[in-house]
């Protein structure tokens, strides 16, 4: 006679037939078959594996060649040699990727290349021209005031007085050629002057 597992645990007195039929222990015993013992309760069937999509594994792979992409790219625009060269590292970045152009060859690349051309700064506006000459006379003035106050209270010495008195000379004059030729920019008179321009923009 055959012999089945009884899975009491999970279905009280329910036994599995080796069909896999689930029945009860009487419909079982009258069929002839012997219940030998009691076990673990029926196995949970696994969820079926889900396959994916192709759309879904076309947007797989594409989401891993773009995070390639863009780590290559930033690998190499971090590159030493594309410090000036950035024009050229990211049309590198660009047409290349790590199999086609590794980074060793990348960066070897770039050094050949010539240093591309530094960007300009923009020149101020005349605007702007105009009030740094402003502000820059304003502190010749304030210089002089300075100067002429320090040399009234008498607490300098002599070799600072006489040194004061011909900063003051060489500011003054500037201020004169200035005057006398509104077109002229005062740090180009203040050099004629032979002012220290250096010291000046210290005592800002």
Known sequence: MARIKLFAEAYGEDVQMPSGEIVTRAAAERRGFTITERSKPFPSPEPAAVE???IDRAAHRAAS????????????????EARERRKAAATIAEVYDAKSLPLHRARAMLGSLQIETRPVAPQPSAAELRERDRIMTRRVELRIVALETNAANGRLSD???RSAAEERRKLAYA?????QNPRIGIIDALR???ADLEALRGNA
């Open 65 to 80: 060649a773009e995070a390639e992409r863009q780590s290559y790219r930033a690998a190499v625009l971090a590159l030493p």
């Open 175 to 179: 201020l004169s050629m200035k005057s």
């Open 159 to 161: 070799t600072r007085r």
């Open 52 to 54: 994916p999509s192709p």
């Open 192 to 194: 004629k002057a032979g």
